[in-house]
């Protein structure tokens, strides 16, 4: 059978086949079949489909762990961009307590109109959030080095961007019980923030892109004028 093999960057595609026999057939294959039937069958059913059924695995693959710091990051600077639209329309108090949304609801109820609607969106984002932490987790856990070993830095760095996610809705509750007191709404962003961070260092490290010294002037330059 035609085996379609792909190094991990998808870099380099070959095509593999065993000569057919005098009478025609393809050793492995059931009948007659023409070469690019057998391509369709064995990339389908994942026998050596592109990449290998190793990078169709959902966490075990270095493919897989790539995939899930690019959603980690995705996701978490679409809350700061909810959060922004949140702000711009003057929706922080839509839901006006917190963990419920309003009285004893923990959805927006129809007089609470957009602001409502706009705060409880980015809320629910949270459960988007912790559930790709979790799946960027297990494959920052499963990975393994060059040499074999485990990737300790990645899984560090995803334990703790997880670990920020529920402390981060924390204070976005306290936000909302101090009626938006600058202070807290302040915290609530570098929270966000710091997680960003997090996850462009873990997209550097399975990329295999440079991460840049945050030690040196320049960088603490920027940070201590960002705050």
């Given at each position: ?17 065993p ?89 927006p ?23 790709v ?21 990645l ?12 402390l ?21 962003l ?38």
């Amino acid at each position: 059978i035609v085996t379609l093999l792909a190094d991990p960057g998808l870099e380099r595609l070959e095509f593999r086949h065993p000569a057919p026999s005098d009478s025609g057939v393809v050793p492995g294959c059931p009948s007659r079949c023409p070469l690019a039937t057998t391509i369709g069958l064995t990339a389908g059913i994942g026998y050596g489909g592109l990449g290998g059924s190793e990078d169709m695995s959902i966490t075990n693959s270095a493919a897989a762990l790539r995939r899930w710091t690019v959603a980690s990051l995705v996701a978490n600077m679409a809350l700061v961009v909810t959060g922004g639209l949140v702000r711009l329309t003057k929706s922080g108090l839509g839901c006006p307590t917190w963990p419920q949304c309003e009285g004893a609801s923990y959805v927006p109820r129809s007089e609470s109109g957009i602001h409502g609607l706009i705060e409880f969106g980015n809320r629910t984002l949270t459960f988007v959030l912790a559930a790709v932490a979790i799946g960027t987790f297990v494959a920052a856990w499963r990975a393994r080095g060059a040499d074999g070993e485990p990737r300790q830095d990645l899984r560090r760095l995803a334990f703790l961007a997880g670990l920020l996610i529920p402390l981060q809705a924390g204070i976005g509750g306290v936000t909302v019980l101090t009626q938006l007191n600058p202070w807290v709404v302040a915290l609530h962003l570098l929270a966000s923030v710091a997680i960003i961070g997090i996850c462009v260092a873990m997209v550097h490290l399975t990329h295999g892109l440079p991460v840049r010294d945050t030690t040196s002037l320049g960088s603490v330059l920027v940070k201590a004028g960002f705050v």
